[in-house]
């Protein structure tokens, strides 16, 4: 399952995705926020691909590997993550530091959100957003979707935004 958009290839993971991803995780800024992330080390950026590999034959959505088309380069990972016991379908997004201020979250979300509603049976879509990340809350924002409760999830407060079907 591959998506394009003008400047993005959001394709499915594959072995070789470890080592960027595993390279953008390094940065303290880009996990900042984030609730669940790679374990340390290549290995456990192997096992992260794993899973979202697995989500995908599990769920039948899942998240994508995001390339920048003029680089070639991966510059994150975007899309659907609703292991079990999880509250919802929710969108997440993580796009290299290098890479920021430069609209590819908005467009990758963007793209993600259009196959969901093409794709997935759920009426809502949620994304659990850490108060202090601003930006985040910006781009959640920007694409559609809005406040609707405060709550813990993996032992860290977060705030809950989400968009209807349209």
């Given at each position: ?8 290839t ?35 950026a192997?096992l ?57 979250a ?54 809950v935004?989400?968009i209807?079907?349209?």
């Open positions: 399952m591959t998506l394009d958009t003008p400047r993005l959001m394709r499915l993971p594959v072995e070789s995705d470890a080592a960027p991803l595993h390279a953008i995780h390094l940065d303290p800024e880009v996990v900042r926020f984030i609730q669940v992330g790679p374990k340390p080390g290549v290995t456990g192997w992260s691909v794993a899973s979202i590999i697995g989500h995908w034959q599990l769920r039948g959505y899942g998240q994508w590997t995001v390339v920048e088309k003029a680089s070639n380069e991966v510059i994150g990972r975007v899309g659907l993550w609703n292991p079990a016991g999880w509250p919802g379908i929710e969108l997440g997004w993580i796009i290299a530091r290098s890479r920021w201020r430069r609209g590819y908005k467009e990758a979300t963007h793209a993600a959100l259009e196959w969901t509603w093409q794709h997935v049976d759920t009426d809502k879509v949620i994304s659990m957003i850490h108060p202090d990340n601003v930006a985040s809350l910006q781009l959640a924002a920007a694409i559609g979707l809005t406040f609707e409760s405060t709550t813990v999830a993996l032992g860290k407060q977060v705030q935004y989400s209807a079907r349209p």
